[in-house]
């Protein structure tokens, strides 16, 4: 009889818990995702009636017989990034792939992957680039500048390596067209949507309502170029919108190097974006207006004494305020540098702080951010006068913070100051080639501030601390819904950092984890999801993380749980959303016993499904009791466990 019974509540709370949350979807912390391009196509391979298609140096696979394309990345299966070369080796049935950085990777129809590592890993001199794949039976030959390396597809190992000038060096191979499908499947392949950006390129971004707003240009000080395609791509977390482009064909002048981005907070569809070339505004993705020396206060940049031509109208720091008014800094012209547009109408407020001794404004001036005071800030990221500037737009001064001086007194020179930010508790953090700084809220405004460094106690008995990530090139910083700092850094990937500054929960690199690069040039955050967005060097990719915004207040209409019901299959973390900060949570059973309980993150607060005692919790229903972070009555929802 009880048998019978609990397994007919069983089967009832499954069903009312499924119709409930059928409609939402979530990811599992902890998860990944990439975000590449597939859109220039580099090369075709046949393999039956599959094709290989390497795109913009990722891979994808089509289906001719039912037309399904499946793509290929870190998350799924390969061990790398940007393939230069594939080719097939039909008596191997198998792949080869071949990374820029000569790794390999063999591929079969079913989508299994082996690795071939002895290239990449092979301490040599030489150089070890891979210019052309030429098939021979069971083996691909790889050429390098230093030989030929013979790689056995079937057995998946390297069978011999031939240097240049060796006796044994073979004189010819058989001949092997490595672009041979491409001709005969290039119309039809040039019709498929396998999805993604158009390009690979990502630098700054900015979050609002669900999309991520990017921009591709690096940062450029000076008169150098990088000349990458001038792109805005939005993302809103399942299609991607590109932004009208190509527009040197449209305006007359070049549209490259766009490194910066803010969108108008009184209409999302205005998004206006700044580079090397100039100011860009854009209506609905396309373009309404832009401005550069010939048609605005805008100049040139100042080099060698003269002003320079449209190619070097450098905006690399724009931000709109709340009034739906942009503010835009004009980095290493002379006579001009703060600006605001309204309008379509200029207004000069040029600053003598911000130009060095010969009148031309600082080469670097970028990432502009308002605080909760209404305080607008930013950085010059230039070589040369590494400072972190403070505007009050109110009364039209500016203080600039040039000495790093930490609260030990000692003296820092860094060569770079990339980012600046402010944390929820109004501490305005820097990011510098030598490790992150703050200045805290209490002297925010003041003329003079000193550039605190977080001391980390060893715990070892002693009473030694060392500085948080110091020496760590940070490149940009970005705080979570539960007030934790995810530190981007040049070449060392990604830190997360508690709310206290005390511990470090992760760091992710390449090396653990499927990111794209180690070289992270900024973070965007989702807090109503978590969703962590990394732009980096190789292209764009995404983690779930266990923080998301918090609410003022916790009802049982925003408080629920997922996944839910929790089946027997899963063995990931169960999240509660719509909590308030740092809320108190308790997870009882039924009859009110206690399993587990702690503090939200932000709004999320995430529990493994186990009890004090590590053992994982028998099937029922299980109580979530919240209170705020004073003490107050929260709400409680509930998880099924079958």
Not at 360 to 368: E, F, K, P, S
Not at 393 to 411: A, K, L
Request: charged share 20%; glycine share 10%; hydrophobic share 35%.
């Amino acid at each position: 009889m009880n048998r019978i019974s609990i397994s007919w509540w069983q089967r009832i709370l499954l069903l009312l818990f499924t119709i409930h949350y059928s409609l939402l979807t979530f990811s599992q912390v902890g998860t990944w995702q990439n975000h590449l391009a597939y859109h220039d196509v580099q090369n075709i391979c046949e393999a039956g009636q599959q094709l290989f298609v390497l795109a913009s140096n990722d891979i994808y696979q089509y289906n001719k017989n039912d037309q399904s394309i499946t793509t290929y990345d870190k998350v799924n299966g390969l061990s790398d990034t940007y393939v230069t070369h594939i080719a097939w080796c039909s008596q191997a049935k198998r792949l080869i792939a071949v990374y820029q950085n000569s790794n390999i990777d063999l591929l079969d129809t079913n989508g299994d992957i082996t690795n071939i590592s002895a290239l990449y890993s092979k301490t040599m001199t030489e150089d070890k680039t891979v210019s052309k794949i030429t098939i021979d039976g069971v083996y691909a030959w790889l050429h390098c500048p230093f030989g030929l390396v013979k790689v056995n597809v079937q057995k998946a190992e390297i069978a011999e390596t031939y240097y240049n000038g060796h006796p044994e060096y073979p004189t010819s191979l058989p001949e092997y067209d490595e672009y041979k499908d491409m001709q005969a499947n290039i119309t039809l392949v040039s019709s498929l949507l396998p999805g993604g950006p158009k390009y690979n390129y990502f630098y700054e971004s900015e979050f609002l309502n669900g999309k991520l707003y990017t921009t591709g240009g690096h940062f450029l000080s000076g008169i150098a170029e990088q000349n990458c395609p001038g792109t805005v791509q939005v993302f809103d977390g399942n299609n991607w919108i590109i932004y009208e482009d190509e527009l040197n064909l449209k305006t007359g002048y070049d549209y490259k190097d766009i490194n910066c981005i803010s969108i108008d907070p009184t209409d999302e569809s205005h998004v206006a974006v700044g580079g090397r070339c100039g100011l860009y505004e854009f209506k609905n993705g396309k373009l309404i207006n832009y401005y550069n020396k010939d048609n605005s206060p805008l100049k040139g940049a100042y080099d060698g004494g003269k002003e320079l031509s449209n190619k070097h109208v450098l905006i690399n720091g724009i931000k709109y305020d709340q009034q739906g008014r942009l503010w835009v800094i004009n980095s290493q012209a002379k006579g001009v540098n703060l600006l605001l547009l309204k309008n379509g109408e200029w207004e000069d407020y040029h600053q003598k702080l911000l130009e060095d001794g010969n009148g031309v404004t600082w080469g670097g001036l970028r990432n502009m951010i308002f605080d909760s005071r209404g305080l607008l800030w930013f950085v010059n990221t230039s070589w040369v006068g590494q400072t972190v500037f403070c505007y009050n737009t109110e009364t039209n001064q500016t203080m600039s913070y040039n000495s790093f001086v930490n609260q030990d007194g000692t003296r820092y020179s860094p060569n770079f100051v990339y980012c600046v930010t402010e944390d929820k508790e109004g501490n305005i953090w820097v990011g510098t080639d030598l490790g992150p700084f703050y200045i805290d809220k209490n002297e925010v405004g003041q003329g003079s501030v000193t550039f605190q460094q977080v001391k980390v106690p060893r715990n070892d008995g002693t009473n030694y601390a060392d500085y948080l990530l110091s020496g760590v090139s940070v490149s940009h910083i970005a705080i979570d819904g539960g007030n934790r700092k995810w530190f981007a850094t040049n070449g060392i990937g990604a830190f997360l950092i508690s709310a206290d500054n005390m511990t470090q929960i992760c760091h992710l690199s390449t090396e653990n984890s499927p990111l794209l690069s180690d070289q992270i040039y900024s973070v965007a955050i989702n807090h109503q999801t978590g969703l962590v967005y990394f732009l980096t060097e190789n292209g764009l990719c995404s983690y779930q993380s266990d923080a998301t915004e918090s609410t003022q207040e916790m009802t049982k209409d925003n408080v629920y749980a997922y996944p839910n019901p929790v089946t027997p299959d899963y063995n990931g973390l169960i999240t509660i959303v719509g909590l308030s900060y740092d809320a108190d949570v308790k997870i009882t059973t039924s009859n009110g016993v206690l399993v587990a309980e702690g503090r939200s993150n932000g709004g999320s607060f995430t529990w493994d499904g186990k009890d004090h005692k590590g053992n994982r919790v028998a099937s029922g229903v299980y109580m979530v009791i919240t209170a705020t972070s004073k003490g107050e009555k929260g709400t409680v929802c509930k998880i099924a466990i079958i």
